[in-house]
């Protein structure tokens, strides 16, 4: 090569070099323009401007997800919720077959039949309603709206009266069933999701799947309340100490005892020691049902955890209990007698009894991916195969399977429903402890803070954040460590909390793909067809959330305007900022902007849970203007913020 062409060569180099250089300060300079955060790094420009993906991710609608069902009492008959089909199964359990479908205008998620057997109640969450067909014939007599998200429900006063638990908006509504009209609503906790009458009547259970929001440095509790059945009166309310998950709820045959399967969490504790589980364990709370005085059974033993319990049934003389294990994807069968017994020795403040678990604990038996309902059909045992669209009848004396009954199409897997495994498969775990699921029920949080010991016993303790949505959103983590998924939920995860081997690649990916297939939450409000909302009030938040001048005129510096960090459509610039919520038990002041789609479902919220409600993101004791500019807001401007909020 000639030195004229090498002059050329390196200079042309050296020209590439300094435009690298300027047009990295001019990007930095560009970003912190935008955002008006002056701790904004270097970035390149596909972080904000590269066009949406055009390939869309599989969804699980395909999919039957079979999960709440209810029998007849003869136990010919088998009623079975299909949500993503919008359908509800009717199943010949004499037959072993899938005998035919009544499809519904909504997705049912909780059935229940009258006492008569003549009508079958669906609740529809996506509608917010409950509907009444006909048994016999599918069609549909009545439809009645309810509350956010209905769930489970229950027949009671002789098939009169509904009791209808709303997950979203944590009440039950009690029906009317002749006059077709909610009669009433009561608070029941945090997302009410079973209900139960009691065999002989007089006392109906509702149980609350989640912990209650509260301070973060206080004990978790779920909520189970006992209504008096005539009146529907609240007869009392048990807190569920240090529960969450509670997706099953039974009666002892004699109605002396309220039966709830649930996960222990022990998230005030730091993540250390997983072995001794020191995460979550499968336990079951055990209610007097007159005193609501409090026991918890362990359902695992020191070496083989029972991870995410799900449904409950109950023989009829009282002598067995059969609950589900969604995470282990087992069935095990409880000597009642026994396990009552123990419980008096099994206190809700007390450490688990561990060894008793062998006094009461008798079979366990092996079922396809995630059971979760559990019905008794005379002799047969029935439990819901969620991800593996299928119903499987087990004899109730030996467990031994009688029929596999195929609900959903023939379809290959996909890798959604694959992830969909993996994501709810505790065998990741060390031991088998506990799934992805344990603390993201349906992809979501439980809304606990967390330390994780990795950084120091009591330093950055963090709240769990939701994963729907999540899509789109990196990097992840509170201080924006992990910049994939892949990142987030590989080594790291398996280093910092199941402390065992790390997914294989493959099922990295299809998990992945199953968490990129989350929606976001469905909002609680702002016009998003929830009643007795107001859109005029969420309209005037929307003038605040996007405003660059004060009430009196003056400007907003643009790194303490609301939409600076949370630009539509995600309402997140996907960067992190000193909004002047660290503590001097943080590492950083310095935290990742989490996008606000579907954010009232996602309380508490700050990166602490400190705040536990949007209203205490502006109203808690020392929170000034660095935090979007609010001082200058009446409390009537800040519900209309929060009103604006609610519908995102």
């Avoid at 009317?176 to 007089?202: H, K, N, S």
């Avoid at 609350?208 to 206080?218: F, H, Q």
């Avoid at 993540?271 to 362990?298: E, H």
């Avoid at 997140?572 to 479902?601: E, Q």
Wanted: hydrophobic content about 40%; overall charge negative; some cysteine.
């Amino acid at each position: 090569m000639t030195r004229s062409r090498l002059r050329w060569l390196f200079g042309a180099v050296l020209a590439l070099a300094t435009l690298g250089v300027a047009a990295r300060a001019m990007a930095v300079q560009h970003v912190r323009g935008v955002t008006g955060s002056q701790d904004a790094g270097p970035t390149n420009c596909l972080a904000c401007h590269a066009a949406p993906a055009t390939t869309e991710r599989p969804s699980l609608a395909q999919h039957a997800a079979p999960f709440d069902m209810t029998a007849d009492a003869a136990g010919e008959t088998l009623y079975v919720a299909c949500g993503p089909t919008r359908r509800v199964a009717v199943v010949d359990v004499t037959a072993g077959r899938l005998a035919r479908w009544i499809t519904l205008d909504g997705t049912p998620t909780g059935v229940a039949l009258s006492p008569d057997g003549s009508a079958l109640a669906v609740s529809l969450a996506d509608v917010g309603a409950v509907v009444i067909v006909d048994a016999a014939s599918g069609r549909e007599r009545s439809r009645i709206h309810v509350g956010l998200e209905p769930a489970g429900l229950a027949f009671s006063n002789g098939g009169r009266t509904l009791v209808v638990a709303n997950a979203g908006s944590g009440d039950v509504s009690v029906v009317d069933v002749a006059l077709a009209a909610e009669e009433l609503r009561i608070p029941a906790g945090r997302e009410p999701f079973r209900v139960a009458l009691a065999p002989a009547g007089g006392t109906v259970a509702v149980v609350s799947r989640m912990a209650s929001i509260g301070r973060p440095d206080a004990v978790p509790y779920a909520e189970l309340t006992l209504l008096e059945e005539e009146s529907s009166r609240v007869l009392r309310r048990v807190r569920l100490t240090s529960t969450h998950l509670a997706e099953g709820l039974a009666f002892s045959a004699d109605g002396e005892h309220v039966l709830v399967p649930a996960l222990r969490v022990r998230n005030l504790l730091p993540i250390t020691q997983v072995a001794r589980g020191w995460v979550v364990s499968g336990v079951l709370c055990v209610v007097a049902t007159r005193t609501g005085a409090l026991s918890v059974l362990p359902l695992g033993t020191v070496n083989r955890p029972f991870a995410d319990p799900a449904g409950i049934a109950v023989s009829a003389d009282g002598a067995q209990a059969w609950i589900a294990s969604g995470g282990s994807d087992s069935l095990v069968t409880v000597d009642l007698r026994a396990a009552l017994l123990a419980a008096p020795m099994c206190g809700a403040g007390e450490p688990e009894h561990q060894a008793l678990a062998r006094s009461y604990l008798t079979t366990r038996t092996k079922t396809a991916a995630q059971p979760g309902g559990v019905a008794r059909t005379g002799d047969l045992i029935a439990v819901t195969e969620r991800l593996a669209d299928s119903v499987v009848l087990l004899r109730a004396d030996d467990q031994s399977v009688v029929a596999r009954i195929p609900l959903g199409s023939s379809e290959q897997d996909d890798a959604v429903q694959r992830g969909a495994r993996v994501f709810h498969d505790a065998s990741y775990a060390f031991q088998g402890a506990f799934s992805c699921r344990s603390c993201h029920p349906d992809g979501h949080t439980d809304g606990l803070t967390y330390d994780f010991d990795i950084d120091g016993v009591g330093r950055n303790v963090v709240l769990n954040r939701s994963l729907r949505g999540v899509k789109g959103t990196a990097p992840f983590k509170w201080i924006g460590l992990n910049p994939t998924l892949d990142r987030q939920c590989g080594a790291r995860f398996a280093m910092v909390l199941t402390r065992a081997d790390v997914l294989p690649e493959d099922r990295l990916d299809d998990l992945v793909a199953f968490l990129e297939s989350l929606p976001s939450p469905r909002p609680t409000g702002g016009g998003q067809d929830v009643p007795g909302l107001d859109d005029e009030a969420g309209g005037r938040g929307r003038v605040l959330f996007f405003r660059t001048t004060r009430k009196d005129g003056t400007e907003i510096a643009p790194e303490n305007r609301c939409v600076t960090c949370h630009p539509p459509p995600r309402y997140s610039n996907l960067a992190r900022h000193d909004v002047g919520t660290g503590t001097p038990l943080d590492g950083t002041g310095t935290f990742d902007a989490p996008h606000l789609t579907g954010i009232s479902r996602k309380a508490p919220y700050l990166h602490d849970g400190r705040a536990r409600s949007l209203e205490e993101i502006w109203t808690a004791p020392g929170v000034e203007d660095r935090h979007g500019v609010v001082t200058d807001l009446s409390k009537a401007d800040l519900n209309d913020l929060v009103e604006f909020l609610r519908g995102l």
